[in-house]
């Protein structure tokens, strides 16, 4: 999409509130034509080149009127810029942010969280300030027509003659801020290079110390200071020289005037009223100049923009960021949205489907996933999960255990092959596969600044005890006594921070507090000693009733409680048993199994 069409999409998004923005803004910037005609006239009766037709109060009075005028006019433009303003930017951020939830987790956002929050925040704004500078540039440049005309009507050669050399120095000094924007965008980069280390420093403190890197470090960091003092200094003298060209503009221009008009007023062919209209329109006309030139930066900037959030979109067309899609700002939109009853529908369908989709058996068919960064993955898997089985899938390092997993789940988007449930192939696992269906937990759980018991129950209600009975099949019981505010103590990055094993026992505590026909654990037991995985795995067996359960693990305790193993192998199940049958057949199960033993 070209970023004129962008534009022009997000323009049609609500073209009554951009057309009442274009207007009040067009009155704004048009409204100075009055006072510099009022101020000619009062000038001319000075020097009583013409009669005042109301007299000097009757002009005060016009000049207060128009001011008041305009300041009216700024509070209404204020208002239709605001309105219009943040219904594009909640579109951009509303439209981007749908897509990113429709993917699937693995590959949700091509970039850190912290680089995606930046794209959602200053490409958002950029975008919003170029369509807004659009009004202004369409209001200034009907001022700077109907002020020449006037002005040309006076003295043509006057007008052509000071205007001609200003239009010049201004534009030339906005070409030179494109580059400008270079030095900007180089002394922003260099500014977060030099954030990115502090808060690295701060993060790796021990591995610094432990790897004795101290020196290298400051020396990295010294060299990080001087690229930003570099580029930071040629930022600011380029904005300074442009500022101080700008801000002179009116200055020099003012003095062409007087140097032109002092042999025409000589003659009488120029009055003082008409060196006073060329004054107070030059200030006005050399904005226009600037701020046409700012729409043009705005402009270039919105069109990195554009390939940013598309470039978020990975892959899907830029389209997606313009769909017209209802925002429910106000109290009458809110109530009167469709999405509430479709809602309800939803969650009735949902239920519905789930009192039938007793989970019975899942069936994977040919599942292939290949990362396309590294060409690795997994291929062909096929794979049938009985209802109340227990299977263990178990391999190598780097083997595709975990990716096996995500990939049934619809956390990473499968390339080839289907997962039945019940005999029904599923269309969108990542929709599908989530509580009250299956509950899962990842290898490197995540945990929020909050407390315990909201970490667990992630808005759940508490309510029979389900909350204790999650801690005590999760084996949490003992920390949970000894922090000193129990579930109400604070954890995650903010908070007490927790070991590894407490973490994941968290996450499990997390996944059996809902109710689910499916638990699936990723390496739960990484972390955790054989002693506290034995208990884990008896208390999760005397609890879980009939739920099936799909444990990715190399430990014994797993294994041994397992109705069967899955040997993953270079992306491929290399063979399948229970431990007593792959104790006899595979090489593979054997070194895993007795590799632990020794
Ligand atoms: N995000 C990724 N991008 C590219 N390649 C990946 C990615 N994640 C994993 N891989 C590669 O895919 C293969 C399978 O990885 P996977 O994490 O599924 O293995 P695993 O058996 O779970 O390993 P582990 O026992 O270490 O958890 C590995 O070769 C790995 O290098």
Request: one cysteine or more.
């Amino acid at each position: 999409m070209s970023t004129l069409t962008f534009l022009w999409k997000l323009i049609m998004y609500r073209p009554y509130r951009y057309s009442a923005n274009a207007v009040a803004w067009t009155l704004i910037y048009l409204a100075p034509i009055a006072p510099g005609l009022i101020t000619k006239q009062f000038f001319d009766s000075l020097t009583g080149e013409s009669a005042v037709a109301y007299g000097t109060w009757g002009i005060i009075a016009l000049l207060l009127g128009a001011a008041v005028a305009r300041v009216m006019l700024i509070i209404v433009g204020f208002i239709t810029d605001v309105q219009f303003r943040f219904r594009m930017g909640m579109l951009l951020r509303r439209n981007v942010l749908e897509h990113v939830l429709k993917q699937p987790g693995a590959r949700a956002i091509p970039c850190s969280p912290g680089e995606a929050i930046s794209h959602f925040r200053d490409d958002v704004d950029q975008t919003e300030e170029a369509v807004s500078w659009s009004v202004d540039s369409f209001g200034m440049t009907c001022f700077a027509a109907v002020s020449c005309f006037i002005l040309i009507r006076i003295d043509a050669q006057m007008t052509l003659f000071v205007f001609l050399p200003l239009v010049l120095v201004v534009t030339a000094a906005q070409l030179a801020t494109s580059r400008l924007q270079k030095y900007r965008a180089a002394s922003r980069e260099a500014t977060s290079k030099v954030t990115g280390a502090i808060s690295e420093m701060f993060g790796n403190v021990q591995a610094i110390q432990v790897a004795g890197a101290e020196h290298r470090v400051a020396q990295r960091f010294r060299r990080l200071g001087d690229e930003r003092r570099k580029t930071m200094l040629k930022d600011r003298l380029m904005t300074e020289v442009l500022d101080s060209i700008f801000s002179n503009s009116v200055n020099l221009g003012t003095g062409l005037i007087l140097l032109l008009a002092a042999q025409k007023m000589r003659d009488g062919s120029f009055s003082v009223g008409d060196f006073a209209v060329f004054v107070y329109y030059l200030t006005f006309v050399t904005q226009f100049i600037t701020n046409f030139g700012k729409f043009l930066t705005f402009f270039k900037q919105m069109s990195v923009a554009l390939d940013r959030l598309t470039a978020l979109l990975q892959g899907a067309s830029a389209k997606v960021l313009t769909v017209f899609n209802p925002l429910y700002l106000s109290k009458g939109e809110r109530n009167a949205r469709p999405a509430k009853a479709e809602g309800v529908k939803l969650e009735n369908a949902i239920s519905a489907r789930v009192d039938e989709s007793r989970l019975d058996r899942i069936e994977l068919n040919g599942l292939s996933y290949r990362y396309p960064d590294t060409g690795r993955g997994i291929r062909n898997i096929n794979l049938t999960l009985e209802r109340g089985s227990f299977t263990v899938i178990t391999g190598t390092i780097g083997s595709g255990k975990t990716t096996l997993v995500r990939a049934l789940l619809g956390l990473l988007p499968v390339t080839e092959g289907t997962v039945r449930w019940n005999g029904r192939i599923v269309e969108d696992l990542g929709a599908f596969f989530i509580p009250p269906r299956s509950a899962y937990t990842a290898q490197m759980p995540r945990l929020y600044s909050d407390t315990l018991r909201n970490n667990i129950l992630l808005g759940l209600s508490e309510h029979d005890g389900n909350l204790a009975r999650a801690i005590h099949a999760a084996v949490m019981e003992y920390d949970v006594e000894h922090l000193q505010l129990g579930l109400d103590t604070m954890i995650g990055p903010r908070g007490v921070k927790l070991s590894g094993g407490q973490a994941q026992r968290t996450a499990a505590a997390r996944m059996l507090v809902r109710d689910a026909e499916l638990y699936v654990f990723d390496d739960l037991s990484s972390a955790l000693d054989v002693e506290t995985e034995q208990k884990l795995w008896d208390r999760l067996f005397a609890a879980r009733g009939d739920a099936t359960c799909l444990v990715v693990s190399h430990r014994k305790a797993a294994l041994a409680h397992a109705d069967q193993i899955i040997v993953m192998e270079d992306g491929r199940i290399e063979a399948e048993g229970t431990a007593e049958q792959l104790l006899q057949s595979s090489d593979s199960f054997r070194k895993l199994w007795f590799g632990e033993a020794s």
